[in-house]
C-alpha cells in the first residue's frame, strides 16, 4: 500500500509491503457526517449561537477599545472564515468602535506582511489596524496580577487596555497544554516573555498531567485559565479543521465554556487506541505550516512517543525548512553530554529562571532518552539535526528501511499521519 503522509505543501508517498505488521492511527475527524454548510456558514451558525455569553453584537455596544487577537503564521487558522465576521458583529454593535487585530505571536518571531496577507486577505491588511505582540518588549506590557503558580502576568498593553478584548482561533490537541485554543490567545499568546517562561517551567512541563489532551489537573492549564479570566477574554470564535484545513467545527461565546465544549468535541474524534505499543512509529507534524522547524516539530513526535515501546524507533517526517526554529532549542541540544545529563539539569532550574525554549527541549530529551529518532528532513538541514543528536534519511522508506532493519521484519509499525491531530493513548502492551 501507499500512503501520502503530509510534508511541507508537496507531501511524502510512503511504500508499506503487505507482509508489514502495520496499523494506522489516524483522527476520526474525517470520518464525520459531512455536513452541507460551507465553512462560512459553519462560523456564522457558530456566531448565531454562543455558548455562555451573549452575541458578539450585544456585547461590543458602548466599547469604543475592541481588540480581536487573532493568531499568527504558525497556526492554519482560516481566518478568513472568521474575522470578517467578527468584524461585521461589531461594527453591528457599535459602528463607532476602534477595532485592533493584536497577533498572538507568543514567543514566536514576527509576523510578515506577507504571511497577514495570507491569513486575512488584502483587503483586511489594508484596511484595518494591525499591531504583532512582541514578547520581548517589555515597554509594551503591562502587570495585571499575578497567576496561581507565583509568576507575574504582564500582557500586551493592547490587550490589557481593551474595552472589550476576544480572540480567534483554533481547537487541535496539544503537547503539554492539553488542547489548543481559548485561553492559549492570552497565555502564551499576548504576554510578557516573563510570564510565558513562568508558566512553562520545568515543574510544570515535568508533571504528568501536562500531556496531550489532558486539562484535569494541568499546572499549564490551569495558569492559562487564570490569565484568560485575569485579562478579561470575553469572547471566543474556535474552529476545528480536518485534514484539508477546513473548518468542520465552530464553538464561539465564552472564553472559558466554549473553549471546553470544543475541546470535549474533539477529543470525542481525536483518541485513537493502538492495538499494540509500536516497535517503530512513524509520525509528522501535519505538512505546511506546522512542519517549518524541528522546535514545532516536537508536537508531532510526542504522538509518536505515546505510541511507541520505551526503546522503539520514532520517525519524525517535517520538513524543517526553517531549521531549528529556536536557538536555545538548538544549542541546548547541541551542547549537552547526553539527553539525561540536560534533562538533570532543567529540572534543577527555578520556575523564575526558566530559559527560552527550555521546555521544548525538556520534551525533547524526554523522548531522546527512550527512542531514536529518525528525522526525515529537508537536505539542506540534514547535519544540523545530527549535530543535535538525531539520524536523518533521505525519505520515509529509506528511515523505515533503517529501522527494520534494528527492529526486525516482524517489528509492528504505527503510522500517524498528523501528529498534531491525535490524542494517543499509550498501549499496556
Known sequence: MDMKLPFSTTGMMLHLDDSMDYEVLSSSIESMPKSDKTEDEIVLDAMAHPIGSPKLSELAKGKENVVIIC?????????KHIIPFMLKEIREGNPDAKITLLIATGFHRATTREELVGKFGEEIVDHEHIVIHDSQDMDAMENIGTLPSGAPLLINKVAANADLLVSEGFIETHFFAGFSGGRKSILPGVSSKVTVLGNHCSKFIDSPYSRTGILEGNPIHKDMVAASKMAHQKYIVNVIIDADKKVVHAVAGDAIEAHAAGCKFLQDYCQVVPKKAADIAISTNGGYPLDQNMYQSVKGMTAAEAAAKDDGILIMVSNCGDGHGGEGF???LKNCSSPADLMEEILKVPQDQTKPDQWEYQIQCRILMQHKVIYVMCEENRKMAQEMGFAVA???NEALEMAIKEKGKDAHISII??????MVKKPEN
Open 71 to 79: 493568531s499568527d503564521h504558525t497556526r492554519p487558522v482560516p481566518s
Open 330 to 332: 538548538y544549542e541546548a
Open 394 to 396: 533521505n525519505d520515509v
Open 417 to 422: 499521519p498528523d501528529g498534531v491531530s491525535v
